[in-house]
């Protein structure tokens, strides 16, 4: 049967042992085909709609930084902070990695978006072992969906003119 639980102390105990893995040791570029640089960051880029996101990821407190703003400042939505956080949630890393981020083009929802897939490439730089989890989560492919362009002769890309027989 399972070890019984007989005080608070010996299930504080028992969740010590369960915290989340620490991350193995990267590879330095030159010394294998890592693409993590002198400094111990990784680069990757990643893209959603029209944005395109260019993440740095280096071991850390688990500070997130685009564009030289905090992460709550610039994504002011919790909803789109928990999607830049889903890779490093699903991978169980979370404050493990600082970030630091570039994001150009698009509305603040592809870049988050971008962020996110840039985020999920750059762990599989630092760690390759992670790509199952990532890959399994679907954070590895880019969603390629943009707006489609508008047509001549219509007033947007599929929108027709009101019909009237008379």
Do not use: C
């Not at 042992?17 to 680069?43: H, I, L, M, T």
Request: aromatic fraction near 6%; hydrophobic fraction near 35%.
């Amino acid at each position: 049967m399972a070890q019984d639980t007989r005080s608070l102390g010996d299930l504080k105990s028992r969740l010590v042992k369960a915290e989340a893995p620490k991350a193995p040791e990267a590879v330095v570029q030159g010394e294998g085909k890592s693409k993590v640089d002198k400094q111990g960051r990784a680069y990757a880029t990643g893209r959603r709609k029209n944005a395109i996101a260019r993440v740095w990821l280096k071991r850390g407190t688990g500070k997130i930084v685009i564009e030289g703003r905090e992460e709550q400042v610039y994504f002011a939505r919790p909803v789109l902070r928990m999607l830049i956080h889903q890779p490093l949630v699903t991978a169980n890393r979370e404050g493990q990695y600082d970030v630091f981020a570039t994001i150009a083009g698009g509305g603040l929802s592809g870049q988050a978006g971008a962020l996110r897939h840039g985020l999920s490439r750059a762990l599989i730089t630092m760690e390759p072992d992670l790509r199952p989890v990532l890959k399994a989560g679907g954070f590895l492919t880019r969603d390629p969906r943009v707006v489609e362009r508008k047509k001549y002769g219509k007033p947007k890309a599929r929108r027709s003119f009101q019909f009237s027989k008379r």
